[in-house]
């Protein structure tokens, strides 16, 4: 059976974090988290990685990195990191960049503090607003291998959580995290 890989990006959110993991039940995933959200909700970092779910960084105030100084990139990072595994006691592998705007400067910066670089196949757009009917047929186009970009702070993801968790299935394609 392939696999692919549900992301969700910026939380945690106390407004919509818990009703994902509800809605995620026992399918893991991969969760970029915003190092500033992460500092106010510990207690949701802690549920997150608790429910078995890979844990990634998102920077510390979600900038776009390729328009920052290196050494506000590095620190966006490395702050990140620090939180994170001293709040789960895991240090993270996994690297997305907000916007998705990258470059061989960005990329390096991650990779020096041992972070691969994860991007999508796919994007529900969710974060533009898309309703739950759209970010089902978004994401339930995901080519086996593919990586599906959601956002946690958005009531529409997580009402479509489980269609795409449904059609996903339909099309004998498992759900799973992004491997490091």
Known sequence: ?????????????????????????????????????????????????????????HTWTHPRLTT?????????????????????????????????????????AAAGHGLTEVLWSVDTRDWAGAPADEIVTAASAVEPGGVVLMHEGRPATVEAVPRVLAALAARGLRTGPVRG
């Open 68 to 108: 920052v100084d290196p050494a506000a990139r590095d620190a966006e990072i490395r702050r990140t990191q620090e939180l994170l595994t001293s709040l789960t006691g895991v240090r993270p592998v996994l690297f997305r960049p907000p916007y998705g705007d990258t470059d061989r400067a960005v990329a390096s």
């Open 1 to 57: 059976m392939s696999t692919v890989a549900l992301t969700f990006d910026d939380g945690p959110y106390p407004s919509t974090t818990p009703a994902l993991l509800a809605a995620l039940g026992d399918v893991r995933a991969t969760f970029f988290l915003w190092g500033e959200h992460a500092e106010a909700h510990p207690d949701l970092v802690r549920a997150i990685a608790g429910a078995g779910h890979v844990l990634g960084n």
